[in-house]
C-alpha cells in the first residue's frame, strides 16, 4: 500500500477517541497493571504518548522536512513520562492526550 498522508491524518485524529473509549473509567488495577519491571500499563502508555505529542514526534517530523532522512537523532527516553505523571488520573491524561492530539 502506498502512503496516504489523508488516511493517516484520519487514524491519528481519531486515536484519542479509541482510547478514551477502551480505557476511560477503568480502574486502578487495570489502569496501572504492567507485565513486569520496563513495561507499560494503559496509564504509562497514555502518558508516553503525549510525551510525545509534546517533545518528539513532531519535532523530529520538521527536522526529517528540513534536513531530510539521513539524520541522526539523540535517543528518546521512553519512561520520561512517569516522573511527571505520578499524582495524577488515567482520565486527565487522556483529556491532556485529546487536548494535544487535536
Request: proline share 5%; hydrophobic share 35%.
Amino acid at each position: 500500500m502506498e502512503f496516504d498522508l489523508r488516511l493517516s491524518i484520519d487514524v491519528l485524529e481519531r486515536t484519542p477517541g479509541a482510547l478514551r473509549a477502551l480505557l476511560q473509567n477503568v480502574g486502578p488495577e487495570l489502569a496501572r497493571g504492567t507485565e513486569g519491571p520496563d513495561t507499560f500499563s494503559p496509564f504509562d502508555n497514555i502518558g508516553h504518548l503525549i510525551d510525545g505529542e509534546e517533545t518528539d514526534w513532531m519535532a523530529r517530523a520538521r527536522i526529517i522536512l528540513a534536513q531530510g532522512t539521513n539524520r541522526r537523532f539523540e535517543p528518546y527516553d521512553r519512561f520520561r513520562h512517569r516522573t511527571r505523571n505520578t499524582q495524577r488520573t488515567l482520565d486527565a491524561l487522556l483529556d491532556e492526550f485529546s487536548r494535544l492530539r487535536a
